[in-house]
């Protein structure tokens, strides 16, 4: 059982399980009700839509890195941001960017994603 017991260790304990290809702990990161938003457009309701998700990304080849940039604690929420990227053969990088996400503290004492919005820090302003 993966238990995350800081918050701010949340985005390097998900590139651990993505680069070791387990898609059972992956999914113990997350609240039964969460919600991902994968990119612009596409949102994932649940585990079972979210481990739909999760089987896209372990099929991209290479190595995930995520560090945060900041973690933001209120009592039993957090709110994250990570700047993440895939190193694929020959330095290619088939997934890069920067994610906003909130998770919160469960009667556990583990922290859980609750909002994971794999692109929410590196989408383009809306100011011009």
């Known amino acids: 059982m993966?238990?995350?017991?800081?918050?701010?260790?949340?985005?390097?304990?998900?590139?651990?399980?993505v680069n070791a290809r387990d898609l059972a702990g992956l999914l113990e990161l997350?609240?039964?009700s969460a919600v991902v938003r994968i990119d612009a457009e596409r949102t994932f309701h649940g585990t079972?839509?979210?481990?739909?998700?999760?089987?896209d990304?372990?099929?991209v080849p290479g190595t995930l890195t995520s560090?945060?940039?900041y973690c933001?604690?209120?009592?039993?929420?957090?709110?994250?941001?990570a700047d993440y990227a895939?190193?694929?053969?020959?330095?290619?990088r088939p997934l890069a960017g920067s994610s906003?996400?909130?998770?919160?503290?469960?009667?556990?004492?583990?922290?859980r994603y609750v909002i994971d919005h794999a692109a929410g820090a590196s989408l383009p302003s809306q100011i011009q």
């Open 2 to 17: 993966v238990i995350v017991t800081r918050p701010h260790e949340m985005n390097e304990t998900f590139a651990r399980l």
């Open 48 to 55: 079972d839509e979210i481990e739909t998700a999760l089987r």
């Open 72 to 81: 933001l604690e209120h009592g039993d929420l957090a709110l994250l941001r």
């Open 86 to 92: 895939i190193e694929g053969e020959g330095g290619v």
């Open 30 to 32: 997350y609240e039964p």
């Open 57 to 59: 990304l372990l099929r």
């Open 100 to 111: 906003a996400e909130i998770v919160r503290r469960g009667d556990d004492g583990g922290w």
């Open 67 to 69: 560090r945060n940039a």
